[in-house]
């Protein structure tokens, strides 16, 4: 069965750090570009973070910049999204999506591409 399982979400204080993690069974990520996308208790999913294949490029939700890095695992066949300085706008349900492109380049019009499998998320909960 091909899925994705993301893990290490919960409960954190504002300042706080979170490190997300998407795991893939079934199959390999190598060829797959990763994307993290967030929804928020009554708000529209909203993409946070890209990550090419060969980790060569990212990309990042304007207002995350230099809060959140994402990186990539070959080893592990898992995909990282490690949040810091949380705030509480930053609550929602994590989602990892998985892309095939060997050569996708996370740029231009990142947050709309097709998605191949998503997994079904993980919640983050930033209150103090």
């Known amino acids: 069965q091909l899925q994705l399982v993301e893990s290490g979400g919960g409960s954190a204080q504002p300042g706080g750090s979170l490190k997300l993690a998407c795991a893939a069974s079934?199959?390999?990520?190598?060829?797959?570009?990763i994307r993290w996308f967030r929804q928020a208790p009554g708000k529209e999913r909203e993409a946070v973070s890209c990550?090419?294949?060969?980790?060569?490029?990212?990309n990042y939700l304007d207002s995350l910049r230099g809060r959140f890095a994402i990186s990539r695992d070959k080893a592990k066949n898992t995909v990282y999204l490690q949040m810091n300085r949380l705030k509480p706008e930053d609550t929602g349900i994590y989602y990892c999506?998985?892309?095939?492109?060997?050569?996708?380049?996370?740029?231009?019009?990142?947050?709309?591409?097709?998605?191949?499998?998503w997994g079904k998320g993980t919640l983050v909960f930033v209150s103090s």
């Open positions: 999506a998985a892309t095939s492109g060997s050569n996708y380049v996370c740029a231009g019009a990142w947050e709309k591409s097709a998605t191949d499998y």
């Open positions: 079934g199959f390999t990520l190598d060829n797959y570009y």
């Open positions: 990550i090419s294949s060969s980790a060569s490029t990212v």
